[in-house]
């Protein structure tokens, strides 16, 4: 079990709430929707770099930084998303991995943010035995990954789901091809590597902290040019460190298997390898997804053993650099 004391929601909350606040100064569109409040970071609002910052933070319940700093992609200056967290389960795992699938009518969207965990439909709570309550008087917050605006229908889906009333509801939306919506994703390097962990039988409470970074890609004219961008960016410029507790061994021989490169699938940009899986998802080796390169620092031996490489090649083709 888990302590609670977190209150995931309770801190995004807090967040969410300055954002709509201070709408103008970070290009939202608030609405009223069924009674629940939708943010529109970047669907028909513009949205910007900033938004897509405070998304990102929302989505990790404000258990983490996200900055936009400087880097070098192809020998010049180039945007890098960085992530750090000193709490990566919660952060990552139990808040801002997008496990939350939720199709409704014709709306689709990826759900992430702490509203899973009130939500609990995911194995990965019971596992963990972690779940916030729906009787306190706060909001629950959740993060849409779509092309649309939730309707009534959805809203009050999402209720029935948390057990609470809409009003209790705050939603925020970017799509995929927006600006904010692609810093929220590039923002998911450690939370992709916690989960390819996880999958692999690692125990991730044996993670202290982490930190990634990955290259910003072009923002894409449509959102399946936008899912392939986001993905390289991770898939092949994503480094990820983690501090970690524990023996060595069981850390090198999980290792290579961690980074992108352990799946056959590696070296191409992910669109192709998404139109060879005939454009289904479930039919692309999962070992792909995973940051380009690991490190692990442990603070019980002091020993470093990193994983893989960047793939600086593959980027400039997904991105679209000429040298």
Known sequence: MLEDSFQLNERAARLAERCENEARRFNLAPHRVAGATVLDFGVEAAGGLAAGRELARICLSNLGDVRIEGGQLAGRVWPQVTVQT????????????????????????????????????????????????????????????????????????????????????????????????????????VETALHKLHELKFDVRRIRSGFGTAPLPPVAADDLTGIGLTNDAILYGGSVALWVTGDDESIGAIGPQVPSSASAAHGEPFLKVFEQAGRDFYKIDPMLFSPAEITFCNLTTGKVQRFGELAEDVLRRSFGIEL
């Open 86 to 189: 000193d709490h990566p389960l919660h952060a990552c795992l139990l808040s801002q991995y997008a496990g939350w699938q939720i199709g409704i009518g014709k709306f689709f969207a990826l759900g992430s943010g702490p509203m899973r965990a009130t939500a609990a439909v995911e194995p990965l709570f019971q596992e963990f035995g972690y779940r916030e309550p729906c009787d306190f008087n706060g909001r629950y917050v959740g993060v849409l990954e779509s092309g649309r605006l939730p309707n009534d229908e959805v809203v009050s889906w999402i209720a029935d789901k948390l057990a609470v009333t809409p009003s209790q509801i705050t939603l925020c939306v970017a799509r995929t091809a927006s600006l904010a919506g692609t810093v929220q994703v590039v923002a998911r390097s």
